[in-house]
């Protein structure tokens, strides 16, 4: 009787399972919206998408760098990731390569997450102002993956609610992935702090959001709205809070983060108990550090697999300081045979003289490395690896002074642009622009204005975004940089969708020209 009962048992059980509806939830799971009960539960949710920045390589680790300068004129892939090199030669046949899908899908990631605790959020039983900067910290954070969406691929679909597996949603075009970018900072800004203190530093603040905004609006030169928002730092509210600092390097040093330039930077820290030597592996995703500069650094102490164009060194040469001696920003920005003006055999990579290391007649002689993101300045660093503490600094108070000139010179205000352009040209030792070259014309300023963001802004990951905003993408750039002679108008400012997702979504169409 007892084995009979057991497989009657057996045969029910099969019998239900076969009408069961496998979409039901499982009562026995906590969901997604049940998680969401206390003010601790909304802390952790808004600190989850801060940490999507920690992704593998994927975001700020690294791949956001590679396709904000390698991809520009200003960089390329000169190591042996034949990939990495294809992709920023603008020759890619696989839509499915990790480093543009892999950066597409850990953006949706941030998304996913940001729309959780906006929509969640608000229905938690908890102090209101903490509410309050919680969501609009969410809302801050989607807008910046949207950005960077919208930026590199240009039509993201937009997806402003927790997710769902039957979602198929159609690409946005590319002025509604901006006019959502905006909607979400101009949403965000009154809730946000202007500062933070202790552990909060490095949240966003209310001077990051309308940052963010004013690149959003000059990205799509639309000036008015631009000059408007960045007003907030540089004449209005905000304008107390910011400041260059005395000592151009104090921006890249992990030693001196969070200061007094900084609107918004990407916090690192070393983790002691993290041993990894690989940030690729995916069980390693929250790697606190960054890898950047293992992959920067120049051959014998990283891997070299990211270096700048020679073309660079001679626009920091166009212009010797007040005093006559060389722009301070070319040593600060750039690793090369001439660091130090006295040339290689005085010139430090990690301890060692450029010539002891690669000699003066070899291939490598005329190599140049991006330094902004290396930790070559710490006493006795002798090698990279995977996991840096040096902070990214995303937003730069000169960036600030300098998108807002651009967009008082797009309006025809030219006069009234150059004091912010002083202001950091008087930083590097420069005369002032206005003693330098008065009177500009609006075309011959923004000419000089490229010039400007070269020498203070080379390395940090916006010369694709210049690029793009001035509309000078093109084959004419392969005089300086050979790998644009593959770039075709049309195609390459933006990367392909990921065929991958095409696949899944029938309502998702691919970008023009791939």
Same mark, same amino acid.
């Given at each position: 009787?007892?084995?009979?009962?057991?497989?009657?048992?057996?045969?029910?059980?099969?019998?239900?399972?076969?009408?069961?509806?496998?979409?039901?939830?499982? =009562?026995?799971?906590?969901?997604?919206?049940?998680?969401?009960?206390?003010?601790?539960?909304?802390?952790?949710?808004?600190?989850?998408?801060?940490?999507?920045?920690?992704?593998?390589? &994927?975001?700020?680790?690294?791949?956001?760098?590679?396709?904000?300068?390698?991809?520009?004129?200003?960089?390329?892939?000169?190591?042996?990731?034949?990939?990495?090199?294809?992709?920023?030669?603008?020759?890619?046949?696989?839509?499915?390569? +990790?480093?543009?899908?892999?950066?597409?899908?850990?953006?949706?990631?941030?998304?996913?997450?940001?729309?959780?605790?906006?929509?969640?959020?608000?229905?938690?039983?908890?102090?209101?102002?903490?509410? &309050?900067?919680?969501?609009?910290?969410?809302?801050?954070?989607?807008?910046?993956?949207?950005?960077?969406?919208?930026?590199?691929? *240009?039509?993201? =679909?937009?997806?402003?609610? =927790?997710?769902?597996?039957?979602?198929?949603p159609s690409n946005a075009t590319n002025e509604e992935a901006w006019?959502?970018?905006?909607?979400?900072?101009?949403?965000?800004?009154? *809730?946000?702090?202007?500062? /933070?203190?202790?552990?909060?530093?490095?949240?966003? $603040?209310?001077?990051?959001?309308?940052?963010?905004?004013?690149?959003?609006?000059?990205?799509?030169?639309?000036?008015?709205?631009?000059?408007?928002?960045?007003?907030?730092?540089? $004449?209005?509210?905000?304008?107390?809070?910011?400041?260059?600092?005395?000592?151009?390097?104090?921006?890249?040093?992990?030693?001196?983060?969070?200061?007094s330039e900084s609107v918004f930077e990407i916090q690192f820290r070393?983790?002691?108990?993290?041993?990894?030597?690989?940030?690729?592996?995916?069980?390693?995703?929250?790697?606190? *550090?960054?890898?950047?500069?293992?992959?920067?650094?120049?051959? +014998?102490?990283?891997?070299?697999?990211?270096?700048?164009?020679?073309?660079?060194?001679?626009?920091?040469?166009?212009?010797?300081?007040?005093? +006559?001696?060389?722009?301070?920003?070319?040593?600060?920005?750039?690793?090369?045979?001439?660091?130090?003006?006295?040339?290689?055999?005085?010139?430090?990579?990690?301890?060692?003289?450029?010539?002891?290391?690669?000699?003066?007649?070899?291939?490598?002689?005329? &190599?140049?490395?991006?330094?902004?993101?290396?930790?070559?300045?710490?006493?006795?660093?002798?090698?990279?690896?995977?996991?840096?503490?040096?902070?990214?600094?995303?937003?730069?108070?000169?960036?600030?002074?300098?998108? /807002?000139? !651009?967009?008082?010179?797009?309006?025809?205000?030219?006069?009234?642009?150059?004091?912010?352009?002083?202001?950091?040209?008087?930083?590097?030792?420069?005369?002032?622009?206005?003693?330098?070259?008065?009177?500009?014309?609006?075309?011959?300023?923004? !000419?000089?204005?490229?010039?400007?963001?070269?020498?203070?802004?080379?390395?940090?990951?916006?010369?694709?975004?210049?690029?793009?905003?001035?509309?000078?993408? *093109?084959?004419?750039?392969?005089?300086?940089?050979?790998?644009?002679?593959?770039?075709?108008?049309?195609?390459?400012?933006?990367?392909?969708?990921?065929?991958?997702?095409?696949?899944?979504? =029938?309502?998702?169409?691919?970008?023009?020209? /791939?």
């Amino acid at each position: 009787m007892k084995k009979i009962f057991l497989l009657t048992t057996v045969v029910l059980l099969i019998a239900t399972s076969c009408n069961r509806n496998f979409d039901e939830p499982n =009562p026995n799971n906590p969901t997604i919206a049940s998680f969401w009960q206390s003010e601790s539960d909304a802390i952790k949710g808004v600190n989850a998408v801060y940490s999507t920045f920690h992704r593998t390589a &994927t975001l700020y680790s690294r791949f956001l760098f590679y396709h904000g300068s390698l991809r520009s004129d200003e960089g390329y892939g000169s190591g042996g990731d034949i990939t990495l090199n294809n992709v920023m030669s603008f020759v890619q046949t696989n839509y499915n390569e +990790g480093l543009t899908a892999g950066t597409w899908q850990n953006l949706f990631i941030g998304v996913f997450r940001a729309n959780q605790v906006i929509a969640y959020v608000p229905g938690i039983e908890m102090d209101e102002a903490l509410k &309050t900067r919680i969501v609009s910290e969410a809302r801050f954070l989607r807008a910046l993956f949207y950005f960077n969406l919208t930026l590199y691929y *240009g039509r993201p =679909p937009l997806m402003l609610e =927790p997710s769902e597996p039957t979602d198929r949603p159609s690409n946005a075009t590319n002025e509604e992935a901006w006019a959502q970018v905006q909607q979400d900072l101009i949403d965000a800004a009154p *809730g946000l702090p202007l500062r /933070y203190t202790g552990d909060d530093i490095g949240r966003a $603040t209310r001077g990051a959001a309308y940052a963010l905004l004013g690149k959003a609006y000059l990205q799509q030169n639309k000036y008015q709205e631009a000059a408007t928002a960045l007003s907030w730092l540089v $004449t209005g509210e905000g304008k107390d809070l910011y400041s260059l600092v005395p000592n151009y390097q104090d921006n890249f040093k992990a030693s001196t983060e969070n200061n007094s330039e900084s609107v918004f930077e990407i916090q690192f820290r070393f983790n002691p108990n993290e041993n990894t030597d690989d940030d690729v592996d995916e069980t390693r995703i929250n790697n606190p *550090g960054t890898s950047i500069a293992q992959f920067y650094a120049p051959r +014998g102490v990283g891997f070299s697999d990211g270096a700048a164009r020679r073309w660079l060194v001679g626009e920091f040469q166009r212009e010797n300081t007040a005093l +006559g001696t060389r722009d301070p920003r070319l040593a600060v920005s750039l690793l090369f045979d001439s660091t130090d003006v006295r040339g290689p055999q005085f010139t430090q990579v990690y301890g060692q003289t450029f010539a002891s290391r690669y000699g003066v007649n070899t291939g490598e002689s005329s &190599t140049v490395w991006f330094r902004k993101l290396l930790n070559d300045n710490e006493a006795g660093r002798t090698e990279e690896g995977f996991r840096s503490p040096n902070n990214y600094r995303l937003i730069r108070y000169a960036d600030v002074l300098l998108m /807002y000139a !651009e967009a008082l010179n797009g309006l025809g205000q030219t006069a009234q642009a150059y004091p912010y352009v002083d202001r950091v040209r008087v930083r590097a030792g420069l005369r002032p622009l206005s003693v330098a070259r008065p009177g500009l014309s609006r075309d011959a300023f923004l !000419e000089q204005l490229k010039h400007e963001r070269i020498t203070e802004l080379t390395g940090e990951g916006w010369r694709f975004a210049d690029l793009q905003r001035w509309g000078d993408l *093109g084959p004419e750039l392969a005089s300086r940089d050979p790998e644009f002679a593959n770039f075709v108008k049309g195609r390459n400012e933006w990367y392909p969708i990921p065929q991958s997702d095409i696949d899944l979504n =029938p309502n998702l169409t691919q970008n023009p020209g /791939y």
